[in-house]
T-cell receptor
Framework: GAGVSQSPRYKVTKRGQDVALRCDPI?????LYWYRQALGQGPEFLTYFNYEAQQDKSGLPNDRFSAERPEGSISTLTIQRTEQRDSAMYRC????????????FGPGTRLTVL | EDQVTQSPEALRLQEGESSSLNCSYTVSGLRGLFWYRQDPGKGPEFLFTLYSAGEEKEKERLKATLTKKESFLHITAPKPEDSATYLC?????????????FGKGTMLLVSP
């Protein structure tokens, strides 16, 4: 596709349920990033993939959060046993890779945990 | 720890009234400074990357500059369609990759 796509765009879930957020990066982009953005704040790094390898997961808040990118393209961010504090906009970005490169962001998934 | 501070938090301009947004940063080994534009309900849209002090880049009414401690986004004769939140981010570190650390952004409103 022309840009990064994310699905669903909106997700409402009940506390304690698991959710899976999907990111489809720009075709050919080897690097994929997940961020979380609170209202009035800039995106905050969660995790990063280079091809299928998860290179950095230091930004994941706790072990309820996990991410995968099994074939080096589409990625899934999973939140287990959701809590109200997990409510936020989750954004995905991709880049062509290499040392200096721009990240292109998707429209995000708005997660609301009731 | 990398830190990025943007000012002002919000800025209201009249159409045609030029101004500048500031992004000050504290990082160990800056590899790149990025400016993004974000419209309400949308993801950040890439504008510029600056790599070294003294570098400047322009796009339409926007010009970004970089010093060793800060970057400025100059907006010349803005139009209402320039209204958006402008985000600054830094990429730093010695590893083969590095993630972006964002500031909180400056919300710009340009009135006709």
């Amino acid at each position: 596709g022309a840009g990064v796509s994310q699905s669903p765009r909106y997700k409402v879930t009940k506390r304690g349920q698991d959710v899976a957020l999907r990111c489809d990066p720009i075709s050919g982009h080897v690097s994929l990033y997940w961020y979380r953005q609170a209202l009035g704040q800039g995106p905050e790094f969660l995790t990063y993939f280079n091809y299928e390898a998860q290179q950095d997961k230091s930004g994941l808040p706790n072990d309820r959060f996990s991410a995968e990118r099994p074939e080096g393209s589409i990625s899934t961010l999973t939140i287990q046993r959701t809590e109200q504090r997990d409510s936020a906009m989750y954004r995905c970005a991709s880049s062509s890779g290499g040392t200096y490169n721009e990240q292109f962001f998707g429209p995000g998934t708005r997660l609301t945990v009731l | 720890e990398d830190q990025v501070t943007q000012s002002p938090e919000a800025l209201r301009l009249q159409e045609g009234e030029s101004s500048s947004l500031n992004c000050s940063y504290t990082v160990s080994g800056l590899r790149g400074l990025f400016w993004y534009r974000q419209d309400p309900g949308k993801g950040p849209e890439f504008l510029f990357t600056l790599y070294s002090a003294g570098e400047e880049k322009e796009k339409e009414r926007l010009k970004a500059t970089l010093t060793k401690k800060e970057s400025f986004l100059h907006i010349t004769a803005p139009k209402p369609e320039d209204s958006a939140t402008y985000l600054c981010a830094v990429q730093a570190g010695d590893s083969g990759y590095s993630t972006l650390t964002f500031g909180k952004g400056t919300m710009l409103l340009v009135s006709p």
